[in-house]
């Protein structure tokens, strides 16, 4: 089954920085587009980013471009998202997730809190 575990998640100073990882099973991982969303305290889920299945494409909401970069190892069945510049608008649940078929899959998240 498909199977997405976050991590890396935890309190940052704003300014700070944090890597989050994600590793994906139960699927060929290489051959899929992979994303970030989360979901901050009160709201729904808000679409961060996006990477094709190469990595050579990527894209990013307005909210977080420039400061987060997402990436992905094919071969660890990994895709990561390295969070710079935290302010305390980022403080969410971060999410993986991608598209199988006709399913959408994420995992369980993994809180970030960006407080001083």
């Known amino acids: 089954q498909v199977q997405l575990v976050e991590s890396g998640g935890g309190l940052v100073q704003p300014g700070g920085s944090l890597r989050l990882s994600c590793a994906a099973s139960?699927?060929?991982?290489?051959?899929?587009?992979m994303y970030w969303v989360r979901q901050a305290p009160g709201k729904g889920l808000e679409w961060v980013s996006t990477?094709?299945?190469?990595?050579?494409?990527?894209n990013y909401a307005n909210s977080v471009k420039g400061r987060f970069t997402i990436s992905r190892a094919n071969a660890k069945n990994t895709v990561s998202l390295q969070m710079n510049n935290l302010t305390p608008e980022d403080t969410a649940v971060y999410y993986c997730r991608t598209v199988v078929g006709l399913y959408h899959y994420w995992g369980r998240g993994t809180q970030v809190t960006v407080s001083s």
């Open positions: 990477i094709n299945t190469g990595g050579g494409s990527t």
């Open positions: 139960g699927f060929t991982f290489s051959s899929y587009w």
